[in-house]
């Protein structure tokens, strides 16, 4: 669970923390690519529904720090990849 969090989250936050203050003195945004099973989740690796529970809260809040512009999470919904 841990490499999972660290893939999926930790990475994210890392590169917008050191990416926070081009994007607020440009204007920039953040859209990160989430899933619906951060907010609906389902039976399976709770690992995964958590990292991307966890990345829409992360996403959201920028606003809160003063950062302009549009900040979201695209939630993909199930896409078979094999």
Sequence with gaps: ??????????????GSRAAMP??????????NVGSINGRIPATGPVGYSAAKAALIAFTASPRSVGMTGSDLTIDAGATKTA
């Design 1 to 14: 669970m841990c490499r999972l969090l660290n893939t999926s989250l930790s990475s994210t936050v890392l």
């Design 22 to 31: 081009h994007l607020v003195a440009g204007r920039g945004s953040i859209v």
